[in-house]
């Protein structure tokens, strides 16, 4: 099921061999946004949650401008998987994110040097 507010991101959810959550889904949904107002150029968000073995593992994957990563996470309560995932893509968007913020002083602070 994807939502999409007029400026908020896409996010699709799917429970893969299990009973929709509604409390889940809100949840993993209001994370989403707040990843989408802390990263800007993430807009789009899916979320495969499914049992595995004795858990449950939770996948994610954020794309958008320039930006595809993927994030994985096993935990034996399906909320604490889908958790564990995205605070996972949170680390690896604010790695991304400061590469391009940092890379970009960088060449400015040598153009600057130079010039």
Known sequence: MADR?????IV?????DL???EDVR???DGRCRALRAEFP????????LAPDGAGHIAHVRVSGRNTH???VANAIELELAAERALDRA????RTVHDKRIFARRRAARKASAKG
């Open 26 to 28: 809100t949840r993993i």
């Open 12 to 16: 699709v959810i799917s429970f893969r």
């Open 69 to 71: 990563l993927d994030a």
């Open 5 to 9: 507010s007029a400026d908020g991101p």
């Open 41 to 48: 150029e993430a807009n789009r968000f899916e979320m495969t």
């Open 90 to 93: 949170h680390g690896r968007l």
């Open 19 to 21: 009973e929709s959550d």
